[in-house]
């Protein structure tokens, strides 16, 4: 049964910094693409970033951009979000997918597996 669980949301001012984990099992987690997608009240899904399966190269969409830094570490099925200088706008909740296609995508249908995301509330 594959699970992947998200941790590290909070409330935070804004300018703060707060990091994600989400802990994958039940996959072979280093043959997985793995991002991050948020979802604020209201509005759709978004792509935040993606990262290639050994860690080598990641994409970022431009809201987040030189704030947000993701990576992971295959020996403890981890992915992470270091986020940066937040924002009221980044309020959402977060969710941690995982992609069996061998290139990083920002289509959140590319996506097998997602976990059950963790809330992240910046007040201004």
């Known amino acids: 049964q594959v699970q992947l669980v998200e941790s590290g949301g909070g409330l935070v001012q804004a300018g703060g910094s707060l990091r994600l984990s989400c802990a994958a099992s039940g996959i072979t987690f280093s043959n997985y693409v793995m991002a991050w997608f948020r979802q604020a009240p209201g509005k759709e899904r978004e792509f935040v970033t993606a990262i290639s399966r050994r860690g080598g190269g990641a994409d970022y969409s431009d809201n987040v951009k030189g704030r947000f830094t993701i990576s992971r570490d295959n020996a403890k099925n981890t992915v992470y979000l270091q986020m940066n200088s937040l924002k009221a706008e980044d309020t959402a909740l977060y969710y941690c997918?995982?992609?069996?296609?061998?290139?990083?995508?920002?289509?959140?249908?590319?996506?097998?597996?997602w976990g059950q995301g963790t809330q992240v509330t910046v007040s201004s």
């Open positions: 997918a995982a992609s069996s296609r061998i290139v990083r995508s920002n289509n959140p249908r590319d996506y097998d597996h």
